[in-house]
């Protein structure tokens, strides 16, 4: 019908006219000024903005039928008791531009079919791409090659999860976004700003917030699967997915809110015992009841790992026992801990069993036990993460 003439697929930042005047807008960034001027100027209401997969291309279309034919040849008529300004007038009339109409739907889903054609060509050029040469955000690593290498390189080294590299597109102003949020020292989940990179660094750290804010919708852009399905974003999807814990362990409000060095340190917070139901405000008591209830010496299981390495025993243990198996042998048993301390398994596996990626997900939401990990430890981050085994 009309493909030829799309304009925009790009979204980059675009002079516009308005559908029927002149008054330019620069969109998408001023989408929100030109659907108010079409309104209170010229009572046109467009239906469902937000399914258009591109509104540049879309009010050229109508710009341009408009000029041969009124509003009323497309338009449903609506009668309203206001003014577009709010105020009381009888029958006022006012226009409705949807999907209602064949050939407003036929559009519609022709800009959907050639956005995601294009953005899926711009997907292919970037992974066949191997010319890409970028150093990493946390550390001195130049990577060269694949974007997906990269991803890669965040996730192993630094447990900053973008998604999956095939459900990824424009990688590199992803990563300039990332980017430029560290330096301004932005936590990218919460989007709390912090006073230096270091108090920004632990809080991501402790708080597990590496990962991006599912509730930003600037981020919608650089996910493929955003594209399938206009009237479904990222978050709602992500909202769906059960498969797989968040990184982040979890949001509300007042995490959001958060953004101070203490927000992990307050002692308050309730920890539970790896091993059964007790818990304390104390992490001591706590580590102090591990050893006298169940033989085990957290401190001296994990004196010689990492911070992320510590993670995945704290969750590798939370898990075993959830399913009922032992922490050293694996054996599952009716009552696990009955079966630990007769056989004197009241320690972890070999490294190999316990040190893989799927242990860096909490096993519950806000995990007060693993926010004071290292909670003494001097050693930086990035040193840390250089040391990780193969094994990861």
Not at 25 to 46: Q, S
Not at 87 to 108: A, I, V
Not at 122 to 133: H, I, N, Y
């Amino acid at each position: 019908m009309y493909k030829s003439q799309f304009v925009g697929l790009d979204d980059k930042p675009c002079d516009t006219k308005c559908l029927l005047c002149d008054c330019t807008f620069v969109l998408p960034t001023n989408e929100m000024d030109l659907l108010t001027h079409v309104f209170k100027v010229h009572r046109l209401v467009i239906a469902d903005v937000w399914k258009i997969a591109n509104l540049r291309s879309y009010v050229h279309y109508w710009s341009i039928k408009f000029k041969e034919a009124p509003l009323t040849t497309y338009c449903s008529t609506m009668l309203m008791d206001c003014t577009p300004d709010g105020q009381p007038s009888k029958n006022e009339h006012y226009f409705l531009l949807s999907d209602c109409l064949s050939e407003d739907k036929t559009l519609r889903d022709e800009i959907h079919q050639a956005k995601l054609e294009w953005t899926l060509a711009q997907q292919e050029a970037e992974r066949a791409d191997t010319s890409f040469k970028r150093g990493c955000i946390f550390c001195r690593t130049e990577i060269c090659g694949l974007r997906a290498a990269y991803i890669k390189h965040l996730y192993q080294k630094h447990n900053l999860y973008l998604g999956k590299p095939e459900n990824l597109v424009f990688v590199d102003e992803l990563l300039d976004k990332i980017q430029n949020n560290i330096e301004s020292l932005i936590c990218i989940y919460c989007e709390g700003t912090f006073k230096d990179r270091m108090v920004l660094k632990e809080h991501m750290r402790k708080k597990f917030h590496k990962s991006i804010n599912p509730h930003n919708k600037e981020y919608d852009k650089f996910y493929i699967n955003n594209y399938l399905q206009p009237e479904k974003t990222w978050e709602r999807k992500q909202a769906n997915l059960k498969t797989k814990p968040d990184i982040g362990g979890g949001s509300s409000e007042n995490e959001d809110e958060e953004s101070s060095w203490s927000d992990w340190n307050d002692e308050s917070v309730t920890i539970t015992c790896l091993f059964c139901n007790y818990s304390n405000n104390e992490f001591t008591c706590i580590l102090t009841h591990m050893k006298e209830a169940h033989s085990f010496d957290f401190e001296e299981t994990v004196k010689d790992l990492t911070f992320y390495q510590k993670v995945k025993v704290v969750n590798y243990i939370k898990r075993q026992i959830q399913l009922q198996r032992c922490i050293f042998c694996e054996t599952k048993s009716d009552n696990v801990l009955e079966h630990m301390k007769n056989q004197q398994h009241c320690k972890i596996a070999i490294q190999k069993v316990w040190d893989q990626p799927e242990y860096y997900f909490p096993m519950s939401e806000n995990d007060s036990f693993l926010y004071n990990l290292d909670a003494t430890s001097n050693s930086d981050e990035e040193s840390d993460v250089e040391n990780l085994t193969e094994a990861m």
